[in-house]
């Protein structure tokens, strides 16, 4: 089983969590529905999504997503406070 499958498991059951404590809401213990909620959505966001942004980009080439590529030309940014350009 590879790392996405059971990251895929891992976030079918905090969803299920997330169900259970609306469910414990419903029935009336608010208190335990809203710690329920709120630590699987926290798990799904600070454990899992890093967890899946590692395993989906790891051995891939990401210097093609680079916003600002690097210039030729290094001189142009050394004059970059050169009011003469203006006029």
Do not use: C, H
Request: charged content about 20%; hydrophobic content about 50%.
């Amino acid at each position: 089983m590879n790392a996405t499958k059971i990251i895929g498991l891992l976030l079918f059951a905090a969803l299920a969590v997330i169900a259970g404590g609306f469910y414990f809401i419903n029935q009336g213990d608010a208190l335990l529905g809203n710690k329920l909620i709120g630590f699987s959505t926290a798990f799904i966001f600070l454990i899992l999504m890093p967890a899946f942004i590692v395993v989906r980009y790891r051995n891939k080439d990401l210097s093609k997503f680079n916003l600002n590529p690097p210039s030729k030309d290094e001189d142009e940014d050394d004059d970059w406070d050169d009011v003469s350009k203006l006029n």
